[in-house]
């Protein structure tokens, strides 16, 4: 066995599925706090990258001005979308709020290349392609910048959950009612959670735009994403880093391994296992809090 | 009381008549062509540029005066990459009085090959469709026109045999985007390998592309003489770039057609100096056509897109798509005269003998037999500015591909 060549597969299925993770992580957030899962993340990460690409191609700004501005303008479109949207969802049934999001996700990957532009676009973050080489292991450059990404943005986000306003997220999650009862602006908590998955969209945007180019093909991030929320447990941030981690590396090794001997296609088999799996045997995750209801 | 009401059931038939006559005779007055793309999800990254050559050329056409007094058309719509949306845009451009299709799309247009063969319009399939579809006892309807991905693989490896001195010995990966499209090739390269005793192994990345690293890894391993690239959109640039990573030559980079001007500004000019691609149309603006066309259509106000586009690689395919399609109609005019019907342009496209556009394309001869045109096409690479030829136009290995074609073709007359 080539333990090279596993090593490799190991350490860029780590950093992949950290990246993974940064999509992952404003399914979590938005979850946390309205107990809604938003299969429009995956086209929110799209919309950020086309974002930053338009204030750095087409105004000429500089990239940490683009980020900046893409962070407001996502933090805006996160509170608008629970302002315009959601908020008229109140007493629907929670399908009919995940097919909401669902028709969001269609209406942006059609909106926004349509506006913009539909071939790929570069997005340089000015990251050299020549892998970083420890011991004939070639670490991928950009993947490593995601990766020390995506755990700042998670540790950020499991500190926010600590602060005052966090706490409120997290009680609004728990239970609408109560927190009404107890002042708790409600429709306030779900837009900022929304806002700051939208912040959270901007970083995984920003740095999948740089490695892929900038396209529709960045909503298609959603399915890696949905298998890391499943697997780590949807409202757990522990759980996006750790099912991250898990989905990349089994997504990098087995592939690695089993492709060349069926000819291919088994990451997207992989990753639909972990799914299938982890609902079957454990529905709530490696982390995810088990709700149990008395009936 | 009686008469008047028979007078009237005659008059209302007369008008019924009328409306009835007037999308033909409005048929009449242009020959209308239904150019569907997929604006919104898979092929987004060659339709608008594409549409736009098309519409430009048909545009110009006009401008100088049509052919034999008769004007085109362009129908465009989106069709989405989805089969039922396109036979919808079928239906609905053939009762418009559309006689020439094309869809751009492999999934809409295999939905399609059946009406057309059908209905006796002709569909063009110029990069995409049905491989076999070059086989005109088969598909009489159909016509690829440019050479197929069977032929675009056959054309590199000839350009590698003739540069290297040979195929024997030599390792060729064949990194490929994993669907249909991508594992199209796969039948032609490994008759070759076993023909020209050259060691194949193909590696497949999961669709869209977007992330191919463990694949790469793989691919560095395995320390290939030359790499295939056989996928499209930001699947290509992700596929230069992790190669480039892994340390391997541009040079020995070899994409199929699916790689212009865009990608490798988003790869970085510089990065990916050396990488070579089958082309089969001439890219840039040093041509009398695209001069025509800066000339009498943007000068004139006429565009359909952005300047700036015009000579882009994608570009030109759609400009060459229907400068062969107006010749067919050309042709057809001549031998039958008007009004164009798909029969006609059928036939009319089968006339075209050695089509000389100076260069802008390799020379085209369509027969009865050959819908493919000859399957000519030649290697270019990039120089960090633009594509450079470094092959003459030629085609390559006809007789396998050919023989695939046949026999894939013999299944869809069976399956009928």
Not at chain 2, 56 to 76: C, H, M, P, R, S
């Amino acid at each position: 066995m080539d333990f090279l060549f596993l090593a490799e597969l190991f350490v860029n299925g780590l950093s992949t599925g950290l990246m993974y993770s940064l999509v992952a992580l404003g399914i979590t957030l938005i979850y946390k706090a309205s107990g809604v899962p938003n299969l429009a993340q995956g086209a929110m990460v799209m919309l950020s990258g086309y974002l930053v690409w338009a204030v750095v191609s087409l105004l000429s700004w500089p990239l940490w001005l683009a980020i900046a501005l893409a962070v407001v303008g996502m933090f805006l479109f996160g509170l608008a979308t629970e302002r315009w949207l959601l908020r008229r969802m109140v007493g629907q049934p929670v399908i009919m709020i995940v097919m909401l999001t669902l028709g969001l996700d269609i209406f942006l990957r059609g909106f926004v290349p349509g506006l913009l532009g539909a071939a790929p676009k570069r997005l340089d973050l000015g990251i050299g392609l020549a892998p970083i080489i420890v011991a004939d292991v070639f670490v991928n450059r950009a993947y490593l910048v995601g990766a020390i990404g995506a755990m700042v943005l998670i540790a950020a986000a499991m500190l926010f959950f600590r602060t005052r306003l966090g706490t409120k997220l997290r009680a609004v999650s728990d239970d609408h009612v109560a927190s009404w009862a107890v002042g708790i602006s409600v429709e306030r908590a779900i837009g900022i959670s929304w806002g700051i998955a939208g912040v959270a969209a901007v970083g995984a945007g920003t740095v999948w735009g740089s490695v892929q180019g900038v396209d529709w093909t960045l909503s298609a991030l959603l399915f890696p994403a949905i298998a890391v929320v499943i697997l780590g447990g949807i409202d757990s941030l522990l759980g996006v880093f750790v099912g991250g981690l898990v989905v990349g590396v089994l997504g990098s090794v087995i592939p690695g391994y089993l492709d060349p001997i069926v000819g291919g296609g088994t990451r997207d088999v992989v990753t639909s296992v972990l799914i299938v799996l982890t609902i079957l045997f454990r529905p709530y995750g490696m982390f995810g809090r088990e709700d149990i209801e008395r009936v | 009381m009686k008469k008047t009401f028979k007078k009237g059931m005659i008059g209302a038939l007369f008008a019924t008549a009328a409306l009835a006559a007037a999308p033909a005779l409005q048929a009449q007055e242009t020959v209308k062509f239904g150019l569907f793309h997929d604006f919104t999800k898979v092929y987004t990254f060659v339709a608008d540029e594409f549409s736009q050559g098309q519409r430009d050329y048909l545009t110009l056409i006009n401008e100088e005066g049509g052919i034999k007094g008769q004007k085109f058309e362009a129908i465009v719509r989106d069709h989405g990459n989805e089969p039922q949306r396109g036979l919808e845009l079928y239906n609905r451009a053939r009762e418009e009085g559309a006689i020439y299709f094309m869809f751009l799309s492999t999934p809409v247009a295999n939905a399609v090959v059946p009406r057309a063969l059908q209905d006796k319009v002709v569909l063009g399939t110029p990069l995409h469709g049905r491989g076999d579809a070059m086989v005109g006892e088969t598909f009489p309807y159909v016509f690829p026109m440019m050479a197929s991905y069977w032929s675009q693989a056959a054309r590199l490896l000839k350009y590698v045999e003739d540069t290297q001195g040979g195929l024997k010995g030599k390792k060729i990966a064949h990194v490929h985007i994993d669907t249909p499209f991508g594992r199209e090739p796969l039948p032609i390269l490994e008759k070759l390998a076993q023909q020209k005793s050259f060691e194949l192994r193909a590696f497949a990345y999961p669709s869209p592309g977007n992330e191919q690293s463990a694949v790469w890894s793989d691919v560095r391993r395995y320390r290939p003489d030359y790499v295939l690239i056989w996928g499209a959109g930001n699947s290509q640039m992700v596929s230069v770039r992790e190669a480039v990573r892994n340390g391997i030559d541009p040079s020995k980079i070899l994409s199929v057609v699916w790689l212009t001007e865009t990608d490798m500004k988003n790869i970085g000019e510089s990065t990916a100096i050396g990488v070579k691609r089958v082309e089969v149309v001439q890219p840039g603006r040093d041509h009398p056509i695209i001069q025509r066309i800066l000339d009498k259509v943007y000068k004139a106000g006429k565009g359909a897109g952005p300047e700036a586009r015009v000579g882009n690689t994608y570009y030109n395919y759609g400009v060459a798509d229907m400068v062969i399609a107006t010749e067919g109609a050309k042709l057809a005019l001549e031998k039958f005269g008007p009004p164009l019907t798909g029969e006609k342009l059928k036939a009319g496209m089968e006339m075209i003998r050695d089509l000389d556009t100076k260069g802008f394309m390799p020379p085209v001869t369509i027969t009865p037999q050959d819908h493919q045109g000859g399957g000519q096409a030649r290697v270019s690479q990039w120089d960090g500015k633009a594509w450079v030829p470094v092959s003459d136009w030629a085609a390559a290995y006809q007789d396998v591909v050919w023989e695939e074609a046949r026999a894939s073709a013999a299944k869809f007359s069976q399956a009928k």
